[in-house]
């Protein structure tokens, strides 16, 4: 008897220790998915099917980024602009650093004064400057990439994954119904924490963190592939909550080589929190295979959120 109620006893622990168990198989032109996993303190079967066009379609989402090819393209434009402004051209700085470029006049000196020349100059200069910086990000948006700007100064070139949130909304239809049929009575923190919990135990490329960006992947091709980087368990979850509860407010927060979501729902007194734009926003990780808690990260990446140091969008 005693045997048997210690065997009681220990069966909670043994099913919080389940790990995640996916099976995917082909039907017909469907591709079926079969999750099995412990969240809210019990067992969970979630099943869903995406037909192969959407999840074709969901991949094709992200360009391939050349940054070789970008930069000379983005160098060619600025040439052309400053021939048409003097003329003058461009040479690059040390080490052929394109973004460190010296511009010369083609006019003799004898032509300008010396301080009209040199004034000339350095206001071409700085228009030269803005110009790049317009035009390569409207270069990268084109291609589905974004530019953003660390508190550092350091320029971080990301997928646009907002733009990814909304263009996945239609192709993850049929994954929110099957989460609302499994949660129907759920509340909207214990929805979060469900999806947390799933996406917390979808793996991460080996080398997602020493490389990063590298391994981003779209929403559907994330789950076929079981495996992405932090990026990319953040655009399923933002994916997912836009599409349940389009009335919560969203940030994707950028730190250095690691992508957060914040949201604007309730927190606890010892949850973390960030305020942007004079609204609070509960922060989360749902890349982190140790599984905290809505308002819960790694101590490295809580101290970039206490001194301001990440790059954010809102939506």
């Keep these: 008897m005693a045997k048997c109620y210690m065997l009681l006893l220990l069966l909670p622990l043994a099913l919080q220790a389940r ?64 021939r048409a402004a003097g003329p003058y051209r461009l040479t690059p700085g040390p080490g052929r650093d394109l973004t460190n470029f010296q511009l010369v006049s083609a006019q003799r000196p004898s032509q300008q004064m010396p301080n009209q020349a040199n004034t000339a100059q350095q206001q071409l200069r700085q228009q030269l400057l803005a110009f790049r910086t317009e035009y390569q990000q409207h270069q990268l948006k084109a291609a589905g990439y974004q530019l953003l700007q660390l508190p550092d100064n350091r320029q971080q070139i990301t997928v646009d994954h907002v733009s990814i949130v909304e263009q996945s909304l239609t192709d993850i239809r049929p994954l929110t119904a099957a989460l609302h049929s499994e949660l129907l009575a759920g509340n909207q923190r214990q929805f979060v924490q469900f999806l947390l919990t799933w996406l917390q135990q979808i793996p991460p490329h080996p080398t997602a963190q020493r490389e990063y960006g590298r391994y981003f992947k779209p929403p559907l091709t994330l789950l076929a592939e079981h495996y992405g980087d932090s990026a990319s368990n953040v655009v399923l979850l933002a994916t997912l909550l836009r599409s349940s509860l389009p009335h919560i407010k969203q940030a994707i927060l950028y730190l250095p080589e690691h992508t957060l979501l914040a949201l604007a729902i309730a927190a606890g007194p010892d949850e973390l929190t960030v305020n942007l734009e004079g609204t609070t926003y509960l922060v989360l990780d749902p890349s982190d295979p140790r599984q905290p808690g809505l308002g819960a990260v790694a101590t490295p990446l809580q101290l970039y959120i206490f001194n301001q140091f990440f790059a954010y969008r809102l939506f």
């Design 19 to 82: 790990p995640l168990s996916v099976q995917q198989q082909n039907a017909g032109d469907q591709r079926q998915y079969s999750y099995h996993f412990m969240a809210l303190e019990r067992e969970v079967k979630l099943q869903f099917s995406f037909s192969h066009s959407s999840i074709r379609r969901n991949s094709n989402l992200v360009q391939v980024y050349v940054p070789e090819v970008m930069a000379q393209q983005v160098w060619a434009e600025l040439q052309q602009q400053a």
